[in-house]
Antibody, heavy 124, light 107 residues
Framework: QITLKESGPTLVKPTQTLTLTCTFS??????????VGWIRQPPGKALEWLAL???????SYSPSLESRLTITKDTSKNQVVLTMTNMDPVDTATYYC????????????????WGQGTLVTVSS | DIQMTQSPSSLSASVGDRVTITCRAS??????LNWFQQRPGEAPKLLIY???SLQSGVPSRFSGSGSGTDFTLTISSLQPEDFATYYC?????????FGQGTKLEIK
């Protein structure tokens, strides 16, 4: 059974850096085709993809946020860390991590399952 | 960026109804389209991947179709637990965009 859980601060001040950790079990991030992504959802709004890290340490970021985001993995600890710099109140959202799995030999992939999410509020 | 547009944004229906939600991509994405269900206070849950493949454990009343730019999610006979918000997401190219969501409410 695959599970993921997000952890980090619930409240950050504007201009601060947010660090979120995704701790997972049931899979290895060294397995070909596997990845972990981060997605956020402001209260009452839609989902927004942020970043993705792959088994081979390749990374991809949302272009609109790329300058502020860093995603890293610690395979031995089964963790993925997302940092977001220069936080602003508009970054208030529930942040989710999710397991990325694909159909081997193809470019098809999907997120399943997701963590429960963690609400981060940006306020002074 | 590939824009994903869902319609309708909200929908009222009754238990037992057949419901169809549409998702349109701003460019062709082949079958790189996934559907998620999100109940209030919960994380999104995968329903359909690669446009038409039913995720294990998801009831067969859910089905997906389409390719290229136009996709549909159909629920053949609504059950009380299906009242939720549904999102499509393209996995064709970065940024991996989601639709704005379709909220399915009880009539």
């Amino acid at each position: 059974q695959i599970t993921l859980k997000e952890s980090g601060p619930t409240l950050v001040k504007p201009t601060q850096t947010l660090t979120l950790t995704c701790t997972f079990s049931g899979f290895s991030l060294s397995t070909t085709g596997v990845g972990v992504g981060w997605i956020r959802q402001p209260p009452g709004k839609a989902l927004e993809w942020l970043a993705l890290i792959y088994w081979d340490d390749d990374r991809s970021y949302s272009p609109s946020l790329e300058s502020r985001l860093t995603i890293t993995k610690d395979t031995s600890k089964n963790q993925v860390v997302l940092t977001m710099t220069n936080m602003d109140p508009v970054d208030t959202a529930t942040y989710y991590c999710a397991h990325r799995i694909g159909r081997i030999g193809t470019t098809f992939w999907w997120f399943d399952p997701w963590g429960q999410g963690t609400l981060v509020t940006v306020s002074s | 960026d590939i824009q994903m547009t869902q319609s309708p944004s909200s929908l009222s229906a009754s238990v037992g109804d057949r419901v169809t939600i549409t998702c349109r991509a701003s460019q062709s994405i082949s079958s790189h389209l996934n559907w998620f269900q999100q109940r209030p206070g919960e994380a999104p849950k995968l329903l359909i991947y690669t446009a038409s493949s039913l995720q294990s454990g998801v009831p067969s009343r859910f089905s997906g179709s389409g390719s290229g730019t136009d996709f549909t999610l159909t629920i053949s006979s609504l059950q009380p637990e299906d009242f939720a918000t549904y999102y499509c997401q393209q996995s064709y190219g970065t940024p991996y965009t989601f639709g704005q969501g379709t909220k399915l409410e009880i009539k």
